[in-house]
T-cell receptor
C-alpha cells in the first residue's frame, strides 16, 4: 500500500520568501507529525496533529512556522520569511490508532535550502 | 528538559563484527523507546520497547530496555555492509506522543 508521501522532495528558496511543504499521510492514520533534521543533528519535533484535537505546536521554533491539516488528512507546513537557519530536511510521519499506535511511518522528506 | 543521548556518535567496523549501540534517556512520563534505521532521508522503524528486560529480536538485530537505569542498547551481530546507516533512538513521553530523538549513531561497515 502507499506510504507517507511528501512534496516537493527538494526546495531551494531565497531568504525572506515563504515556502509550503506538503505531507500526505497513510490513509486512515489519525496522527500526523512534522519533524526537521538539520545537518548533523537528530530529528527535532515540530508539531503533532491527532484527529480533530487541537494540534500540539510546542516544537515550532518561531511564529514564522505554522501548519494545517485539512479534513484530517493532508497537512501543509508553512514557513514564512525563510531564514538560512531554516535549511534542513523536513520529515512528516503518521501513525494509526490500535496496538501499533506508537509506530510512526516516515515520509521521504523535503530538503529545504534557503540561499 | 527531556533528552536522549546516543553513543558512540560514529562507529566503523568490518563485516562480521558485532556492534552495540547505546541510548540513554531522560523523558518525562516515559512510555516507550523506539529504534530507527536511517539510510537516506526517511527513518525506518526497527523496534519499540516498553518493558524492562525483555529482548526484542529481528534477525541479526536485537534490543533491550532498562527502565531502572534509563537506557537501551541495540545489538547487531555478524554485521554486513548493508547495515551501514544512522541508527536513531527516540523516547516517547507525555500525553501527546511526540518522540524525542537522539542525534544518532553513524555505523559504517567495511567489507
Amino acid at each position: 500500500g502507499a506510504g507517507v508521501s511528501q512534496s516537493p522532495s527538494n526546495k531551494v528558496t531565497e531568504k525572506g520568501k515563504d515556502v509550503e511543504l506538503r505531507c500526505d499521510p497513510i490513509s486512515g492514520h489519525t496522527a500526523l507529525y512534522w519533524y526537521r533534521q538539520s545537518l548533523g543533528q537528530g530529528l527535532e519535533f515540530l508539531i503533532y496533529f491527532q484527529g480533530n484535537s487541537a494540534p500540539d505546536k510546542s516544537g515550532l521554533p518561531s511564529d514564522r512556522f505554522s501548519a494545517e491539516r485539512t479534513g484530517g488528512s493532508v497537512s501543509t507546513l508553512t514557513i514564512q520569511r525563510t531564514q538560512q537557519e531554516d535549511s534542513a530536511v523536513y520529515l512528516c510521519a503518521s501513525s494509526s490508532a490500535g496496538t501499533l499506535a506508537y509506530e510512526q511511518y516516515f515520509g521521504p522528506g523535503t530538503r529545504l535550502t534557503v540561499t | 528538559e527531556d533528552k536522549v543521548v546516543q553513543s558512540p556518535l560514529s562507529l566503523v567496523v568490518h563485516e562480521g563484527d558485532t556492534v552495540t549501540l547505546n541510548c540513554s534517556y531522560e523523558v518525562t512520563n516515559f512510555r516507550s523507546l523506539l529504534w530507527y534505521k536511517q539510510e537516506k532521508k526517511a527513518p525506518t522503524f526497527l523496534f519499540m520497547l516498553t518493558s524492562s528486560g525483555i529482548e526484542k529480536k529481528s534477525g541479526r538485530l536485537s534490543s533491550i530496555l532498562d527502565k531502572k537505569e534509563l537506557f537501551s542498547i541495540l545489538n547487531i551481530t555478524a554485521t554486513q555492509t548493508g547495515d551501514s546507516a544512522v541508527y536513531l533512538c527516540a523516547g516517547r513521553g507525555g500525553s501527546q506522543g511526540n518522540l524525542i530523538f537522539g542525534k544518532g549513531t553513524k555505523l559504517s561497515v567495511k567489507p
